[in-house]
Nanobody
Framework: QVQLVESGGGLVQAGDSLRLSCATS????????VGWFRQAPGKERECVAA????????IYTDSVKGRFTISRDNANNTMYLQMNSLKPEDTAVYYC?????????????????WGQGTQVTVSS
């Protein structure tokens, strides 16, 4: 069993940066692909970024490429999402997730464990 707890959300202005963190429990975390998802009001949950078990292979949704960076620290069972040049359309609840597989995927149904979410609000 893996438990995930997000932190680092908040209210920022357009152009600012935030770093989200996801602390995990369980010794198996290091073997799992992990990802960050977001859900805005009235919209479906979407994958923002995901990374494989080693941290060597990443995927990003087009709207955040060049602005967001996903990373992981397996020694400390933590993952991160560095968000730069934030835009109002980035406003959403952000979730971290883990899947019992080595490779990342965009599909939320393929993730087995989820955090409770952290709110990110970007004002214009």
């Amino acid at each position: 069993q893996v438990q995930l707890v997000e932190s680092g959300g908040g209210l920022v202005q357009a152009g600012d940066s935030l770093r989200l963190s996801c602390a995990t429990s369980g010794r198996t975390f290091r073997w799992y692909a992990v990802g960050w998802f977001r859900q805005a009001p009235g919209k479906e949950r979407e994958c923002v970024a995901a990374v494989d078990w080693s941290g060597g292979s990443t995927i990003y949704t087009d709207s955040v490429k060049g602005r967001f960076t996903i990373s992981r620290d397996n020694a400390n069972n933590t993952m991160y999402l560095q968000m730069n040049s934030l835009k109002p359309e980035d406003t959403a609840v952000y979730y971290c997730a883990a899947r019992r597989a080595y490779s990342p995927t965009y599909y939320s149904a393929e993730y087995d464990y989820w955090g409770q979410g952290t709110q990110v609000t970007v004002s214009s």
